[in-house]
C-alpha cells in the first residue's frame, strides 16, 4: 500500500499537545478514522496494510504513529504514546489488554474536538483522572460488562452490551500520600512525552541512575532488598529497558519524580535518602496491589455485607473497580468473603431485577456528584425520584440511597488500612 502515501488524511490535530491530559494515539486513530467515515481496522489497513490488530500494544503503537504522521503531515502524533522514553522503558506499562478503563465524568461532560481518552490513563499507574481526580471505571455501571478498547469512537461513550452511558458513577477517593503522589508521576510522564520538542531520552540516563543507586545501597542494612528491587523488570533481549513499575520503585526510594531520574540521573541518585528507606521489603505497586487495596476492599464488602439488611448491596465488580480492584484479585484474596457477597447479592431479588437496581445505584451516585459540582447539597428527595423514575417502590429506593451514600463515603473518606509507607515518599 505504499503507492499509497501521498493519499493524505485530514490533518486532524492530536487533542492536549503538551499537556499531561494529552489524548492517547489509540483515541486519536478512532476519531480520526470517525471523521473520514472509517473503521479503526480499515483506517490501519488502508495506511499500513495490516489487518488492523489491536493498536495499543506499545511498540506498535509508536511505530504506526510515525506511520500516521507522515500520512497527515502531523508530525506531533508520537507525543500521544510513550515515545520520548520508548529506549528506556519497555512497552509493557502501556498494559495491552482488550478492556478499557476511562473516567466517568470526562464521558458524561463530552465535547467533541476537546474531549479526548489521555494518554495518562493507558498507565495503569494512573488512578485518578488528570482533569477531574475521580476514579476511574472500567465496568458498566447497570450491566458491569467490562468495555472494548477498539470501540468506535461514536459508540464508546455507552456500554456495548445494554446501551447505558458509562458517564456516571463518579466518586472522588481520598488517596494516602503514597497513592496520590503514584498518578502524579503518570501524569508527569505523560506531560513529558506530550511535550513537542521533547527529544528521546537516552538509555545511558536511566543505566546511570540505577548504577549510581545501587552502589549507595550497598552499605544499607536493606542491601538485598534495593538490590532485588533495582534488578526487577529487567528484560534480557530488551536492550536494558525496564517496566514503568520498576522506574517507579527506584524513584520512590529516592523520593523523587520519574522524571528528575530520566532527565537528571546523577542529581537524582544522589539525593541521600536511602536511609529512610526501612520497612518495605517488597516493591510499593506490589504492596498496594497485594496488601493495602485488596485490604481496602474486603472491609467494604464485609462492612456491606454487615449491612445487608439495611441497604442494597451493589455490583461488587462495579465498586471494587473504584478501589483499583478486579472481582477476581479479590476473590483470590478472601474467598468466603466474595461467594457470601456474591450469594447475597444475586438473592437481593430477582435476577432479572438487578440490572435495573444497580442502574438506579449508578444514578444516585452521579446525582450527588452532580448536585456538589454545583455547589448543592445532597437531595434525598431528588435521590428517591431518581430511583422512583425506574418504577421502584419506596422501600427499595430507600435502600439504594443508603448504599449509594455510604460506598461514596467509605472511599472518599479514605481507609488508610495499612501503614508501609516509606518516609521518603511522605
Ligand atoms: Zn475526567
Ligand atoms: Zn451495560
Known amino acids: 500500500m505504499s503507492s499509497y502515501w501521498w493519499s493524505a488524511l485530514p490533518p486532524v490535530p492530536l487533542l492536549g499537545l503538551g499537556e ?8 486519536y486513530t478512532l476519531r480520526m478514522a470517525a471523521s ?8 490501519h489497513s ?14 506498535s503503537a509508536l511505530s504506526r504513529s510515525l506511520t500516521v504522521e507522515r500520512l497527515t503531515g502531523n508530525p506531533h502524533l508520537r507525543h500521544g504514546t510513550l515515545w520520548a522514553v520508548s529506549d528506556v522503558l519497555h512497552a509493557r506499562p502501556y498494559k495491552a489488554g482488550s478492556t478499557r478503563r476511562w473516567c466517568p465524568l470526562c464521558y458524561s461532560d463530552w465535547v467533541e474536538d476537546e474531549s479526548r481518552e489521555m494518554l495518562a490513563i493507558e498507565l495503569d499507574i494512573c488512578l485518578v483522572c488528570p482533569i477531574h481526580r475521580c476514579a476511574l471505571a472500567s465496568h458498566c455501571p447497570a450491566c458491569t460488562a467490562p468495555q472494548g478498547v477498539t470501540t468506535p469512537y461514536q459508540k464508546r461513550r455507552a456500554c456495548s452490551i445494554c446501551g447505558t452511558g458509562l458517564g456516571s458513577s463518579a466518586v472522588f477517593p481520598r488517596l494516602d500520600p503514597f497513592e496520590a503522589w503514584i498518578p502524579a508521576q503518570a501524569e508527569a510522564l505523560s506531560q513529558f512525552c506530550a511535550t513537542p520538542e521533547q527529544l528521546r531520552v537516552h538509555p545511558a540516563n536511566l543505566r546511570t541512575y540505577l548504577s549510581l543507586l545501587s552502589a549507595q545501597a550497598k552499605s544499607s542494612p536493606q542491601a538485598h532488598h ?9 528484560a534480557k533481549k530488551d536492550n536494558g529497558r525496564r517496566t514503568l513499575h520498576t522506574l517507579l520503585n527506584a524513584c520512590a526510594i529516592q523520593g523523587i519524580s520519574v522524571i528528575d531520574a530520566l532527565v537528571r540521573p546523577k542529581e537524582a541518585a544522589s539525593r541521600p535518602l536511602l536511609g529512610a528507606w526501612t520497612s518495605c521489603e517488597q516493591p510499593l505497586m506490589d504492596v498496594y496491589r497485594m496488601r493495602v487495596w485488596p485490604k481496602r476492599g474486603q472491609l467494604l464488602l464485609s462492612k456491606l455485607t454487615a449491612l445487608h439488611k439495611e441497604v442494597f448491596l451493589p455490583n461488587p465488580r462495579g465498586v471494587l473497580g473504584l478501589l483499583n480492584l478486579g472481582w477476581e484479585e479479590m476473590c483470590s484474596h478472601d474467598h468466603d468473603l466474595c461467594d457470601d457477597y456474591d450469594r447475597r447479592y444475586r438473592s437481593q431479588v430477582e435476577p432479572s431485577r438487578l ?3 444497580n442502574l438506579a445505584f449508578a444514578r444516585v451516585l452521579h446525582l450527588q456528584t ?22 421502584l417502590d419506596t422501600l427499595t429506593s430507600q435502600r439504594i440511597c443508603e448504599s449509594a451514600t455510604w460506598v461514596r463515603t467509605f472511599i472518599e473518606k479514605g481507609q488508610s488500612v495499612v501503614d508501609v509507607v516509606p518516609r521518603s515518599v511522605r
Open 226 to 234: 534495593l538490590k532485588r528491587l533495582l534488578q526487577q523488570g529487567r
Open 355 to 357: 440490572h435495573v437496581l
Open 370 to 391: 452532580a448536585l456538589r459540582r454545583q455547589g448543592r447539597r445532597r437531595s434525598r428527595h431528588l435521590e428517591m425520584r431518581e430511583a422512583a423514575d425506574l418504577g
Open 36 to 43: 473520514c467515515g472509517l473503521s479503526q481496522a480499515q483506517l
Open 20 to 27: 499531561a491530559s494529552v489524548e492517547s494515539f489509540n483515541h
Open 46 to 59: 488502508i495506511c499500513l496494510g495490516t489487518s488492523g490488530a489491536p493498536l495499543l500494544k506499545g511498540a
